[in-house]
């Protein structure tokens, strides 16, 4: 997980693939969420090239709805500078499971015999360009 490189490919383009999939949000919105991931930190002027024929106004108004979402978060240092938010919005189970499968995750059982997983130590507000490495150093 230390690496974007893995991160993105292995975990967070699929989850937000899986989100896409089961319709829980647009084609234009997963468009942005995997620029959001590849950039890591990006602002209005790049996505121009995913939206070439609409405004930057427009496309404010596609942003604004992903933080209504809280699927971004405005970068720290910035007013007009987005990151990709991980958790309590509708990419963070798809998140989870993600880490699951990829065995990032410890299999508990319960007293019952189902199967849970500690998820307290991954679940954190996400600030600032380095949230993927603090993600991996959990």
Do not use: W
Request: glycine fraction near 2%.
């Amino acid at each position: 997980l230390a690496q974007h490189s893995y991160l993105s490919k292995k975990i967070l383009h699929p989850a937000i693939d899986m989100v896409l999939r089961d319709g829980r949000l647009s084609m234009d919105d997963a468009r942005i969420l995997h620029e959001a991931v590849e950039l890591q930190i990006f602002q209005n002027s790049d996505l121009k090239k995913l939206f070439p024929q609409h405004s930057p106004s427009s496309i404010s108004k596609k942003i604004r709805q992903l933080i209504e979402q809280r699927l971004l978060i405005q970068a720290p240092d910035s007013q007009r500078k987005y990151i990709l938010r991980l958790t309590q919005n509708i990419l963070t189970s798809y998140i989870m499971q993600q880490l699951s499968q990829a065995g990032f995750l410890p299999q508990l059982r319960c007293a019952s015999g189902a199967v849970s997983i500690d998820i307290a130590p991954i679940i954190m507000e996400v600030s600032g360009k380095s949230s993927y490495r603090r993600l991996a150093n959990l």
